[in-house]
């Protein structure tokens, strides 16, 4: 039977990042993926180029039920540390928006990168590898199509549930519950919103613009782009809050966040134009600005609007409520909320505070971040943090 120092399910982007970290220790390591092929979300993210970090990570980024988690492993890890280790491989990258950093390239270039410092730092990697079985006696012992393997250690990285297509499972959620370890609710999150089938074909016609709006779900807000859909409401601002989103919330948007609306409209008093015009002038689309009040009962021309109805149209334009009646689920979130509870993990190392040996990286734990890059630094951290302790 063969034995390593450190044994890694899932080769995602916090499995990668742990395995060369442990790697370069001098710790014999043993990488496994069910995947055929590697990293697969780290290809596909950001559109092909990877949004690789945020300047401006921080834990209030990121959702957790202990918001304080993250905070060591973001510290002992940084943006500027992934940064620097991008420039030393020479990959170009560009801040798109909102300290969002992007491969110029190809999101290809960050996994031959990890994958270059596991292949140097003597990582024993094995793609298409079911894992079965694991057992905890005085090592663990995980059982698989590749064979029985042993180690001292046993680094958990494998990731939410979104994308099932590409080899997302709940198998590092079982782990958790076989060794006592407490899990917190898992949902889909940076996901897009539904509507009520009323409202999405009343609002049908809005399919396909994009406009600047503020999205806020309780007290939390977003400003930025908010995409129609023919199923409801998408775009950054969008997956911002519907990680802050449950089921039967109403989310209020700010249509026009620029603009005080009611002295936009009182000034155009007694005026000829038609409401969807003078929408128009503000900056909507023509065509979404007579959608849009159509869909909510209002038309006409600026001059036959009453006061009392000029104040509610303003009113809606910066409060528009909507309810969602759900989210497009696990196809579409680009991850998971909840997961493994940070209380039964130490934040310094990853490793479960019960279980000596045992760590838990990554998506698979109850840390979520904002869109933007937030998630794979945190991928990065965790990563790094369980690599040199394990
Ligand atoms: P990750 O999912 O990367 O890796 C888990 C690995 O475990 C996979 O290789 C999987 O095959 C393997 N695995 C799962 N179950 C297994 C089992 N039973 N046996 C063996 N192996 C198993 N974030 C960001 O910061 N910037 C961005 O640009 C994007 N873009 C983006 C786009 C899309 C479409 C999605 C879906 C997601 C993003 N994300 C993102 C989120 C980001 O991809 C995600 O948070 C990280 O990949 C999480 O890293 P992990 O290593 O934890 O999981």
């Given at each position: 039977?063969?034995?390593?120092?450190?044994?890694?399910?899932?080769a995602?982007?916090?499995?990668?990042?742990?395995?060369?970290?442990?790697g370069?220790?001098?710790?014999?390591v043993?990488?496994?993926?069910?995947a055929?092929?590697?990293?697969?979300?780290?290809?596909?993210?950001?559109?092909?180029?990877?949004?690789?970090?945020n300047l401006?990570?921080?834990?209030?980024c990121y959702?957790?039920?202990?918001?304080?988690?993250?905070?060591?492993?973001l510290?002992?890890?940084?943006a500027?540390?992934?940064i620097?280790?991008?420039e030393?491989?020479?990959?170009?990258?560009?801040e798109?928006?909102?300290?969002?950093?992007?491969?110029?390239?190809?999101?290809?270039?960050?996994?031959?990168?990890?994958?270059?410092?596991?292949?140097?730092?003597?990582?024993d990697?094995?793609?298409?590898?079911?894992?079965?079985?694991?057992?905890?006696?005085?090592?663990?012992?995980?059982?698989?199509?590749?064979?029985?393997?042993?180690?001292?250690?046993?680094?958990?990285a494998?990731?939410?549930?979104?994308?099932?297509?590409?080899?997302?499972?709940?198998?590092?959620?079982?782990?958790?519950?076989?060794?006592?370890?407490?899990?917190?609710?898992r949902?889909?999150a940076?996901?897009p919103?539904?509507?009520?089938?009323?409202?999405?074909?009343?609002?049908?016609?809005?399919?396909?613009?994009?406009l600047?709006?503020?999205?806020?779900?309780?007290?939390?807000?977003f400003?930025e782009?908010?995409?129609?859909?023919?199923?409801?409401?998408?775009?950054?601002?969008i997956?911002?809050?519907?990680?802050?989103?449950?089921?039967?919330?109403?989310?209020?948007?700010?249509?026009?966040?620029?603009?005080?609306?009611?002295?936009?409209?009182?000034?155009?008093?007694?005026?000829?134009?038609?409401?969807?015009?003078?929408?128009a002038?503000?900056?909507?689309p023509?065509?979404?600005a007579?959608?849009?009040?159509?869909g909510l009962?209002f038309?006409?021309?600026?001059?036959d609007l009453?006061?009392?109805?000029?104040?509610q149209?303003?009113?809606t334009?910066?409060?528009?409520?909507?309810?969602?009646?759900?989210?497009?689920?696990?196809?579409k979130?680009?991850?998971?909320?909840?997961?493994?509870?940070?209380?039964?993990?130490?934040?310094?190392t990853?490793?479960?505070?019960d279980?000596p040996?045992?760590?838990f990286?990554?998506e698979v734990?109850d840390?979520?971040g904002?869109?933007?890059?937030?998630n794979?630094?945190w991928?990065w951290s965790?990563?790094?943090?369980?690599?040199?302790n394990c």
């Open positions: 039977m063969a034995y390593f120092d450190v044994i890694i399910i899932g995602g982007a916090a499995g990668l990042m742990c395995a060369a970290t442990a370069q220790r001098g710790r014999s043993l990488l496994l993926d069910h055929v092929k590697l990293a697969e979300k780290i290809r596909i993210s950001g559109g092909g180029r990877c949004n690789f970090t401006q990570a921080r834990p209030e959702l957790s039920e202990n918001s304080h988690f993250c905070r060591s492993a510290s002992q890890f940084s500027q540390d992934f620097r280790l991008v030393r491989h020479g990959i170009g990258y560009h798109k928006t909102l300290g969002q950093l992007f491969c110029d390239e190809s999101s290809q270039q960050i996994i031959d990168m990890l994958d270059g410092l596991c292949r140097e730092a003597g990582v990697r094995r793609m298409g590898v079911t894992v079965g079985a694991v057992e905890r006696s005085d090592r663990f012992r995980v059982q698989s199509s590749a064979g029985v393997f042993e180690s001292a250690s046993l680094v958990v494998t990731g939410g549930l979104s994308i099932p297509q590409i080899g997302a499972t709940g198998f590092g959620y079982q782990l958790a519950e076989q060794f006592g370890l407490a899990l917190t609710p949902v889909p940076l996901v919103l539904t509507f009520h089938a009323d409202d999405a074909a009343r609002f049908a016609p809005l399919a396909g613009v994009s600047d709006a503020t999205a806020g779900c309780g007290k939390t807000r400003r782009n908010v995409l129609f859909t023919h199923k409801g409401l998408s775009g950054p601002a997956l911002q809050v519907s990680s802050y989103w449950t089921p039967g919330q109403e989310l209020v948007l700010d249509l026009l966040p620029e603009l005080d609306a009611e002295a936009f409209l009182a000034e155009r008093e007694g005026s000829d134009q038609l409401l969807a015009n003078a929408l002038d503000a900056g909507w023509k065509r979404f007579q959608a849009w009040l159509d009962g038309g006409g021309r600026v001059k009453p006061g009392k109805r000029r104040r149209l303003a009113e334009l910066h409060h528009w409520r909507v309810r969602p009646n759900g989210s497009q689920g696990y196809k979130a680009e991850v998971t909320r909840g997961g493994i509870s940070t209380r039964d993990l130490s934040s310094k990853m490793m479960a505070k279980v040996g045992l760590f990286i990554g734990v840390v979520t904002w869109l933007g890059g937030y794979f630094q991928a965790s990563g790094f943090v369980a690599g040199e």
